[in-house]
């Protein structure tokens, strides 16, 4: 938390942020991608979210309009990313502590695990990037979008065909070279 500055600029584009962890005794590096919410960036939406892992979608309890923004925000998401696991978090409870009597069906609409929050205290900040993390690692790990089941077929692919390249390379610095080269060894004829 000792990173909040009141009264920040708004996000310009994109602002990157790799933590390093550990999910089950693995570590993960993770990548945030602190995305901007102005509309003149509407068209770098895309690149937010591809090959996201997971989502934490907020908004500000204080201000209704970015509630009713949150439908749409979920439904550009799903066109790219329509299996990540969705977190939801209502910000700014420190400003009216009452929001968290109240309901907001949007989340569990949508079944989403859902999180009052206060950026500026840290309250519940720590549990809801621990629970997007894991997700996030359980999703990678498992992941059911046509799309990862592709790039996870892919990187196989490349991890094999790295392995068969070694294997050949140890073979020739063996000394048991392919016949060609012992042909190309003799002594013209
Ligand atoms: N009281 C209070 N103010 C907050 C909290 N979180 C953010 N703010 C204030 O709300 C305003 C907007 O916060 P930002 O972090 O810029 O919001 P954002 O969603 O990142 O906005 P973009 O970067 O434009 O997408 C700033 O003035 C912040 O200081 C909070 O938890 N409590
Ligand atoms: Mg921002």
């Not at 708004?10 to 990157?16: C, F, M, V, W």
């Not at 997700?135 to 990187?155: G, R, S, W």
């Not at 392995?163 to 392919?178: A, F, N, P, R, T």
Request: net charge negative; proline share 5%.
């Amino acid at each position: 938390m000792d990173g909040y500055k009141p009264q920040q600029l708004s996000t310009y584009a994109l602002t990157l942020f790799n933590y390093k962890t550990e999910v089950n005794k693995q570590s993960v590096s993770v990548d945030f991608w602190d995305t901007a919410g102005q509309e003149r960036f509407n068209n770098m939406h895309p690149s937010y979210y591809h090959q996201a892992h997971a989502c934490v979608i907020v908004f500000d309890a204080t201000r209704k309009i970015t509630y009713k923004n949150l439908p749409d925000w979920l439904k550009e998401l799903r066109e790219y990313r329509p299996e990540i696991p969705c977190l939801c978090a209502a910000n700014k409870i420190d400003a009216d502590p009452n929001v968290t009597k109240r309901s907001f069906g949007f989340a569990k609409k949508h079944n989403m695990p859902f999180y009052y929050v206060s950026a500026s205290e840290g309250t519940n900040v720590v549990k809801l990037f621990k629970d997007a993390i894991k997700a996030a690692v359980a999703y990678k790990n498992n992941p059911t979008d046509f799309m990862d089941e592709i790039m996870m077929e892919l990187e196989n692919f490349e991890l094999e065909t790295d392995k068969s390249k070694e294997d050949k390379e140890e073979v020739s610095d063996s000394g048991l070279d392919s016949p060609k080269s012992h042909t190309d060894d003799k002594p013209d004829s």
